[in-house]
Every structure is written in structure tokens, then in C-alpha cells.
T-cell receptor, first 114, second 116 residues
């Protein structure tokens, strides 16, 4: 079946603009994660959903970041009033269930804030 | 708090030779999992291998093996018979149960370049 997909693959935003990044997890996967990967660094956790419930948002760097998964499948990560430090690759991952299951990653969205 | 350390920013290996990528970790959780991911220049994270903290034997997946030394808190990745397509970033990651989300904690990565 299809893997995790993300759109857009590339996004250029002017400082102060709002952006929305979409993640389509693997069908039937309960858990969904968002990570932020700065250039030359490893991914860092942002937030976690189990179905439609956002159970952990401890990694969101500020209140400008907001994520949702209203029907327990597609998720959107929204960044308001983008800043240059928001420039990064945003990775989405899904896993079959909560617990020690492999996470499957999407190709990421590269966000550049100018 | 959980932490992953990868001390090799970059590594070179000759094609067909074996290479070891280092990873050490820190956690107070008695139950945890250790992962290695490959990230080619295209950007996607590709799962390579997994080791559970209670697994008695070192994990192997084809040309990949994980040298798990629990007392030393190390989980080095060994790639045998390197191929040109192995050139990529490699990330070690950990997942524990210190929180309920089972999020992955990643190291800073090692860039591997395979020379022909």
C-alpha cells in the first residue's frame, strides 16, 4: 500500500505568513507524529496524536505552532506568523498502534522562511 | 531524560568493506528500543534495524547488524560489504516509556560516504 505522504514537498514563505503542512499517514495507522529537522541535525519531536486525540504537544516550540487531526487520519501542522528560525524540514511519521511499533516516515516538507 | 550521542559527524569507507557507526545512549527507563534510520539526500527516513532493551541477541537485517552493549549503553550499527548506495546520513534513535507518546529521540547523525 501507499506510504506516508506529505504536501507540499517544498514551501517558501515570507516572514510573517501563515503556512499549513499536510500529512497523510498510512491507512489504518493509529499513531501520528510530527518532527522538525533543522539543517544538519537530527529530527526533533513536535507533537503526537493517537487517532484524533493530541496526547503530547510538548515539543511545539511556541504557540505559533498548532497541529490537528480531526478525523483521526490526515493531520495538518500550522505555523502562524512564520519566523526565519522556523526554516526546517517537517517530517510526519505514523505507526500502526501506540507502543513500541516502527514509525514510517514521509518525505518531509522543506519550509524556507525568507 | 533520554539522550542519544553520535560522535562521528562524517565517515568514509571503501566500497565492499565493513563500517561501524557509533551510537551511545542514556536513559533511566528499563524498557526501551533502539533504532537506526538512513536518510538519503532525497530526505525520507528509512528504517534499518531495531533492538529492544530486553533482546538477548544482537539484531541483524541483511547487511546491517546492531552491536548492542547494554552495560556500555552503546548500540553501534555495522554495515557489511558497503555499497555506493549506502552513502547517506545515518541516525540512531531511541524510544522509551518515560512518557506515553513513544516519540523517537534522535542523535545528530553520521554522514557516510562510500568510495568506489
Amino acid at each position: 500500500g501507499a506510504g506516508v505522504s506529505q504536501s507540499p514537498r517544498y514551501k517558501v514563505a515570507k516572514r510573517g505568513q501563515d503556512v499549513a503542512l499536510r500529512c497523510d499517514p498510512i491507512s489504518g495507522h493509529v499513531s501520528l507524529f510530527w518532527y522538525q529537522q533543522a539543517l544538519g541535525q537530527g529530527p526533533e519531536f513536535l507533537t503526537y496524536f493517537q487517532n484524533e486525540a493530541q496526547l503530547d504537544k510538548s515539543g511545539l516550540p511556541s504557540d505559533r505552532f498548532f497541529a490537528e487531526r480531526p478525523e483521526g487520519s490526515v493531520s495538518t501542522l500550522k505555523i502562524q506568523r512564520t519566523q526565519q528560525e522556523d526554516s526546517a524540514v517537517y517530517l510526519c511519521a505514523s505507526s500502526l498502534r501506540q507502543g513500541n511499533y516502527e514509525q514510517y516516515f514521509g518525505p518531509g516538507t522543506r519550509l524556507t522562511v525568507t | 531524560a533520554q539522550k542519544i550521542t553520535q560522535t562521528q559527524p562524517g565517515m568514509f569507507v571503501q566500497e565492499k568493506e565493513a563500517v561501524t557507526l557509533d551510537c551511545t545512549y542514556d536513559t533511566s527507563d528499563p524498557s526501551y528500543g533502539l533504532f537506526w534510520y538512513k536518510q538519503p539526500s532525497s530526505g525520507e527516513m528509512i528504517f534499518l534495524i531495531y533492538q529492544g532493551s530486553y533482546d538477548q541477541q544482537n539484531a541483524t537485517e541483511g547487511r546491517y547488524s546492531l552491536n548492542f552493549q547494554k552495560a556500555r549503553k552503546s548500540a553501534n550499527l555495522v554495515i557489511s560489504a558497503s555499497q555506493l548506495g549506502d552513502s547517506a546520513m545515518y541516525f540512531c534513535a531511541m524510544r522509551g516509556r518515560e512518557d506515553s507518546s513513544y516519540k523517537l529521540i534522535f542523535g545528530s547523525g553520521t554522514r557516510l560516504l562510500v568510495r568506489p
